[in-house]
Structure formats: structure tokens, C-alpha cells
């Protein structure tokens, strides 16, 4: 069943209440692979379970059969798809923790619906081929270098110096930097939501980020400008394009899509990451068909901020906002105030740099020698 007819069901509706938007489509993605599986659309599917449930106790148990016949199905004759696409590809059986995702959001559905199954599989476990890189800023260098836009430049920047996670930064609006921006902050000031955790929260971007930032916001007022001059070419017809970025705007937008305003997607993100980790030797070919994550992928960058602050000594309260975690109980007394973290974030954001930090390296091997 499609996603747009699912999510009218009431059954359905049940389960997505309350749910952030990710969430929800990884509901509905699991659910439409799940209905197509049992070929039961999801009335069918608790009328199916509140049938067994009404059996001798000795009978139930039809339904979490099913399940754990359908987990087998995912880890060994699905068909793998291209990593941002419906594509499938000539392999089969999805990855440990992707199934573990799938069956713990049909558990959501039935829950919701008054059915909470009792069903033990085995944790989901990463393989090997799908480790995350310890990425440095020498490494982050090499991809911004080989990045083909400026967007994707100052996407890169930001996912590494601000820590935050590649939904939050789709989900920012120009209206979240633009003062800042004007104010020409050094480092720049990001008061965000992560609403994954439904976390407000602030984080900081360095200087590096902040011009490569500043260079995409430019080159889309030049084509907004321009676009402006075709329509006087063209003899005022229809409404006039704005020349001007609004604040609700969407910071990072699509390419290619003439006088649109579409917000770039995490699925794009993912997608650009891997082929631009191939193209700067960050990651070989070879590992990227062998994985079926990218090594550098954009979690990748969110961890290696957590590891430059870590190095730095940085207090894990204060590293735990910055990325959006929620905070322990008592953990929002003992923050500093907003001028003393933007301090602390510029004292220890010299490895963030990929210039500065860069250079650093280069002439500690200078002096010793390269040992």
C-alpha cells in the first residue's frame, strides 16, 4: 500500500500521533513494506491479531510467527536498493540494525492499536564494513575541496563545527542565521531545534563555516537577482521573483529547480556525501561498494565535533548541548551563560578549522621530522 493511502488509515493514524516527521516516514516506510510483505492492509492486520488473541492460550501466537518469518525475509531475500533510491540492486537482505528498525516500528503500529507483542530478536549488532570514520579536520578539508557547489561546501562545514545532526541542519530556515549574519558574529550563533528529541537548544559555527555559509547565501541572491532580470526581459509576465532571501526560507535548498524554494533532504545529503567521499580519497571506491553506510557519511562529521571538543577537554555537559542531547536532570544548572560558551567554543575551535588546524599539522611534522 502506498505511504499517501497508509497514513489515512485510522489504524495508522494511531500509531504516527505524536510522532516527529522522521519518525513518521520511517513508519510508513516499514508499514508499506510489511503490508506489501503480508499482502493485509492494516485494518486487515489487527483484525488478524485481535482474531488470535481471542483464542485458547495454547493457539495464540499466529502473528508474532509471522513477524519473526518476516525478519528472516528482510536479512535474506529482500532486495537491497540504491542508498536514496527505489532502485534495487542484484543483492539481497537488508542490514542487522535497518531490520531491527522495520520490526520495531510494526511493534509501534500494533501497540498503538492495543496489542503489544511480546517478541524477542536477536540486538541488532554493526558490521564491520559499516564503521563510521574517525574523521579530522584534514580529512573534512578534503571533501569540502572536492565538493561541487557551494552549498554542499558549507553543508560539510557545518555538519563538522556545529556537531548537529543532518535533520536539524535540513530543517533551518535563514531566519535561524540572519542576524547573526548581519551582526557579523565570530563564531556564529544557532539557536535550533532538534526535533528528533524535541530539544531547543544553541550551538556555534566557526569562522570557516561562517564564510562558506556567507559565499552560498551570496550566489543564491545572485540568482534571485538574475532570475528578477529575465522576468523585466521577458515583459513582467506573471508574478515578479523576489530578489530577497526571507527569514522562513529555507536555509539549504535543492539545486536545479528553476524559482524554487525546496528544502534540501537528508536522503540528498547522504547521497552527495558519498560521492564526494569517493572523490577525495577519504574513502576508496572499494570500501564504499563493500559498506552499506558511507564511512563518512554525515553522522561521521557529527561525531568527529564531539571528538575535537573531547580532545580539547571540553566539559561533556557543555558538548552534549552543543550537539542537542538531552541534558540530565540537573544538567541545565551547571551551563555557562551564552557569551561565556560562545567564548569557550572559540578558545577550542582551532581544530575545527580546516585551515588553521591543517596548517598546525603540517608544521609539527615540519619540526619533528614527520615522526
Request: charged share 30%; with cysteine.
Amino acid at each position: 500500500m502506498h505511504p499517501d493511502k497508509l497514513v489515512q488509515c485510522p489504524e495508522v493514524k494511531k500509531c504516527l500521533a505524536g510522532k516527529a516527521e522522521k519518525t513518521k516516514k520511517t513508519y510508513l516506510t516499514a508499514l508499506k513494506v510489511y503490508t506489501s510483505y503480508r499482502n493485509m492492509d492494516p485494518e486487515q492486520l489487527i483484525d488478524e491479531i485481535e482474531a488470535d488473541w481471542k483464542k485458547p492460550r495454547r493457539e495464540r501466537g499466529e502473528v508474532e510467527y509471522k513477524l519473526k518469518e518476516f525478519h528472516t525475509w528482510l536479512r535474506k531475500e529482500k532486495e537491497k536498493q540504491k542508498p536514496g533510491t527505489e532502485d534495487a540492486t542484484e543483492e539481497t537482505g537488508v542490514s542487522p540494525k535497518w531490520a531491527h528498525t522495520i520490526l520495531g516500528a510494526i511493534r509501534s503500529f500494533y501497540k498503538s492499536n492495543g496489542f503489544p507483542l511480546n517478541l524477542k530478536l536477536p540486538p541488532p549488532t554493526t558490521l564491520k564494513k559499516n564503521h563510521k570514520l574517525k574523521l579530522r579536520a584534514e580529512d573534512v578539508k578534503k571533501l569540502v575541496d572536492h565538493a561541487p557547489t557551494l552549498r554542499d561546501k558549507a553543508v560539510i562545514l557545518m555538519l563538522f563545527q556545529t556537531g548537529m545532526d543532518v535533520s536539524t541542519l535540513c530543517s533551518l530556515d535563514y531566519g535561524d542565521v540572519a542576524r547573526g549574519l548581519e551582526k557579523k558574529e565570530c563564531p556564529l550563533t544557532l539557536h535550533v531545534v532538534r526535533e528528533k528529541k524535541h530539544v531547543d537548544y544553541t550551538t556555534f559555527l566557526a569562522q570557516d563555516g561562517i564564510e562558506a555559509l556567507q559565499a552560498y547565501l551570496n550566489k543564491r541572491r545572485e540568482k534571485m537577482n538574475k532570475t528578477y532580470e529575465e522576468w523585466i526581459k521577458n515583459g513582467k509576465k506573471g508574478k515578479a521573483p523576489s530578489t530577497k532571501i526571507g527569514h522562513s526560507d529555507p536555509l539549504f535548498l535543492k539545486e536545479r529547480i528553476r524559482n524554487g524554494k525546496v528544502r534540501l533532504t537528508p536522503v540528498l545529503i547522504e547521497k552527495v556525501l558519498r560521492e564526494i567521499a569517493v572523490m577525495s580519497g577519504v574513502v576508496t571506491q572499494e570500501e564504499m561498494d563493500r559498506a552499506d553506510m558511507n564511512p563518512a557519511r554525515p553522522h561521521a562529521l557529527r561525531a568527529a565535533f564531539e571528538s575535537v571538543m573531547t580532545v580539547q577537554n571540553v566539559n561533556d555537559v557543555l558538548i552534549n548541548s552543543w550537539m542537542g542531547h538531552r541534558l540530565p536532570y540537573d544538567g541545565a544548572y551547571h551551563m555557562p551563560t551564552l557569551d561565556e560558551q560562545r567564548n569557550i567554543y572559540a578558545e577550542n575551535s582551532e581544530l575545527l578549522s580546516i585551515n588553521r588546524a591543517v596548517e598546525q599539522v603540517k608544521q609539527l611534522e615540519e619540526k619533528y621530522n614527520g615522526k
